[in-house]
């Protein structure tokens, strides 16, 4: 069964810095991975999606890697702002159907 | 307007009730899902269709069942609601034909007293 982790659960950081967020996933035998971005109480809006057959895409100052063979995807936030801050959620599609979520790691940029 | 609409946003209701969740699409998508996220569980695929008629059970079906009534709507029931179905809901879409990228609503938070 795939496994969805998200690493830092939570960061701070101040407004200005570059971040890095993490998602690792146990099956590589994936179809696409996608990023979210979700506002408290709203809903997921989608960022990022990556299919398995590439390395990177980029939207702005976003950019998302994606190691299919080590399991890892990163979202690296160029020069972050207090509006960036929100949950991000990575998603691992493995299967039609099948789209496991992580837990999300909760961003705060201070000003 | 939203491309993908639920009602209600909020819903208040008690043990017992039968409760209705709908969603609306205008995106032209042919696949739609729901999904229930409770704090530290992340998000659950409760049911999905992919046409007007197909309909599939996801991890946590049990409690709910839906309706595809037109490509555009599909709707979630609580036949009985109970508290520990206390939950934000979303309806998702996808385009069979454009690589599996999934578009959220802005979710039906319902409490269950």
């Known amino acids: 069964k795939q496994e969805v982790t998200q690493i830092p659960a939570a960061l701070s950081v101040p407004e200005g810095e570059n971040l890095v967020l993490n998602c690792s996933f146990t099956?590589?035998?994936?179809?696409?991975l996608q990023w979210f971005r979700q506002d408290p109480g709203k809903g997921l809006t989608s960022l990022l999606l990556?299919?398995?057959?590439?390395r990177e895409q980029t939207s702005g100052r976003l950019n998302a890697s994606l190691d299919k063979s080590s399991g890892r995807s990163t979202l690296y936030i160029a020069a972050s702002q207090p509006g960036d801050s929100a949950t991000y959620l990575c998603?691992?599609?493995?299967?039609?159907?099948?789209?496991?979520f992580g837990k999300g790691t909760m961003l705060l940029v201070s000003p | 307007d939203a491309d993908v609409t639920q009602t209600p946003r909020n819903r208040i209701t008690k043990t017992g009730k039968r409760i209705m969740l709908e969603c609306s699409q205008t995106?032209?998508?042919?696949?739609m899902y729901w999904y229930r996220q409770d704090p530290g569980l992340g998000l659950q695929l409760i049911y999905y269709?992919?046409?007007?008629?197909?309909?599939n059970k996801g991890e946590i079906s049990d409690g709910y069942s839906v309706s595809r009534q037109a490509q555009a709507k599909f709707s979630l029931s609580l036949e009985s609601a109970i508290p520990n179905q206390t939950a934000l809901y979303f309806c998702?879409?996808?385009?069979?034909?454009?690589?599996?990228?999934?578009?959220f609503g802005e979710g039906s938070r319902l409490t269950v007293l």
């Open positions: 998603a691992v599609r493995t299967g039609y159907s099948t789209l496991t």
């Open positions: 998702a879409t996808s385009d069979s034909r454009e690589a599996g990228e999934l578009f």
């Open positions: 990556i299919q398995s057959s590439q």
């Open positions: 099956d590589s035998a994936i179809y696409n």
């Open positions: 269709s992919f046409d007007v008629k197909d309909i």
């Open positions: 995106k032209g998508h042919d696949r």
